[in-house]
């Protein structure tokens, strides 16, 4: 294979009748020393598994640890759902069996009207905190998002659509279909990409920075860049690309190849390749574990899993659906078996019925969300790439200044990783990060006492939101404790 040159106080899972505005159920006395400390995080424990009835009803929450248990019951009453997706890590939107769609958020147990949309619709891609809903019929793509909505009328069919960062993707259904890019300023909207696809398989990442397409012939990836359309990295694949998937930390593309069939790694930025197995049928679908322990597979002829740094597939039973099976941790899974939701442990290829788990939509959910404002002074981590002097403080009160023009660095969002008097650890912290593909910034600036500063940031990204997806990231793969800013700007 060649390559060429990628709200609000934070709330606590001891939800009752109160909190909830109505009559969820508190946990049991036993089972608060487990749940109450859940804040908004990167660690299994501080997520939460939300299961939405699919005939309709009142969500619940379950440990990770113990997903046959429920430490929360909502109070508001959900329709028939059709199809659901996460909107970010705190929210979910649902297709409801009439059409309508609805946003949900279980923090706060509401339900919010966001459109209303024909029979014939259903779920396109999904960056960070923004999901595509197509309206086949009406041909207009709606993109929902945390705290907005918005609709984008077509001109032409389209087979898929996706929000990017500050505009939206769509696949024509066109032969061959083409791939287009339209960036909005304001009530503008300027198309920046317009290309010829070589198969239906597009994938957006890098925090929709970047998107991925099979290129005319189908035996090569195209990386374009979504903010001018600009192509940054092709790959040759050397096989028929059947479908595409992005890592949890959307530095590796995941990538099955026909004759013979393969699941194949590429790297986003090395933009080098390498086969992690062949399989005895075709690959049709794939999904990376949540926490990025596993690859999901669906062949013609089943299902299977490829645990990290395995090469052989793992066959598994169940069905598969847009949210199982899910991985969890420590080789556990939950597979769709004969509309029974049933946990697969190392060693247990039957595992057991959850109660009451079906039917049912599963869905990993970030509990207690920290305040979206900046935190001055987070719980400090040190990590292991810094020397005890280098160790994370707090940020300091005085203005930034930088060591010069050089330095200045573009404005925007960051998420802050070290912060020391010494360069050297936060140097070499930053290296690290930017061998793994994360855009780094060393910032030198002093404080009210003339002490010189220097601060470690990945960035810069275009919205808070994104910010804290990448500072998400950081710790579930590196355990840092990143905090969110703003520089250029209003902080």
């Keep these: 294979m060649s390559s060429t040159a990628a709200k609000s106080v934070g709330l606590v899972l001891l939800l009752c009748g109160s909190a909830c505005g109505g009559s969820g159920a508190a946990p049991a006395e036993d089972e608060s020393a487990t749940t109450s400390s859940l804040v908004v995080g990167t660690t299994l424990e501080e997520w939460g598994l939300l299961t939405v009835p699919r005939g309709g009803g009142r969500a619940d929450l379950r440990p990770m640890a113990d997903p046959d248990s429920v430490v929360w019951t909502g109070s508001t009453d959900l329709p028939v759902i059709q199809d659901l997706r996460p909107l970010g890590d705190l929210m979910i939107v649902l297709l409801a069996e009439d059409g309508r769609v609805l946003r949900y958020d279980p923090l706060a147990d509401q339900i919010e009207q966001v459109a ?19 309206d086949f019929e009406s041909q207009v793509v709606h993109e929902i998002s945390t705290g907005y909505e918005s609709e984008y009328p077509l001109d032409e069919a389209v087979s898929w659509a996706s929000p990017v960062d500050g505009g939206l993707a769509v696949l024509t259904a066109s032969d061959p279909p083409r791939l287009v890019v339209t960036r909005r300023t304001g009530t503008e909207a300027e ?44 790959v040759d694949m050397g096989g028929h690309v059947r479908a595409l998937a992005a890592s949890p930390s959307s530095h590796e593309i995941y990538v099955s190849l026909d004759d ?34 596993a690859v999901f597979i669906r062949t013609v002829d089943g299902l299977g899993q490829i645990d990290s740094g395995e090469t052989v597939l793992r066959p598994l039973t169940g069905t598969w659906r847009s949210d199982l099976p899910l991985g969890l941790s420590s080789g556990r899974t939950i597979v769709l078996d004969d509309d029974e939701a049933r946990l697969l442990t190392v060693g247990d290829a039957n595992g057991s019925v959850l109660a009451g788990g079906a039917p049912a939509w599963w869905v990993p959910l970030r509990w207690n969300p920290a305040s979206a404002t900046v935190v001055d002074r987070p719980a400090a981590t040190t990590p292991a790439e810094l020397q005890p002097q280098d160790a994370p403080v707090g940020e300091p009160d005085g203005r930034y200044q930088t060591a010069g023009d050089s330095n200045a660095g573009r404005a925007g969002h960051y998420a802050i990783v070290a912060s020391a008097r010494q360069r050297s650890g936060v140097a070499d912290l930053l290296a690290t990060l930017a061998d793994g593909g994360y855009p780094t910034r060393l910032q030198r600036f002093s404080d009210e006492a003339g002490s010189i500063w220097y601060r470690g940031l990945v960035g810069p990204y275009s919205t808070r939101g994104r910010a804290q997806a990448a500072a998400r990231q950081l710790q579930r793969e590196h355990d840092l404790q990143a905090w969110v800013t703003e520089l250029g700007g209003t902080r």
Excluded: C, K
């Design 191 to 234: 198309v920046v990409l317009d290309v010829d696809a070589g198969g239906q398989s597009v994938l957006v990442t890098a925090w929709g920075q970047r998107i991925v397409l099979v290129g005319p012939g189908g035996q090569n990836l195209q990386i374009y860049a979504t903010d001018d359309g600009t192509l940054v990295g092709e």
């Design 116 to 134: 209303s949309l024909s029979h014939d619709a259903g779920f396109g891609g999904v960056a960070v905190s923004a999901v595509a809903v197509i």
């Design 260 to 293: 013979p069939p393969r699941l194949v790694i590429v790297n986003r930025f090395g933009l080098s390749a390498r086969e992690v197995t062949e399989s005895m049928a075709r690959i049709e679908e794939l999904r990376p574990e949540t926490f990025g322990g």
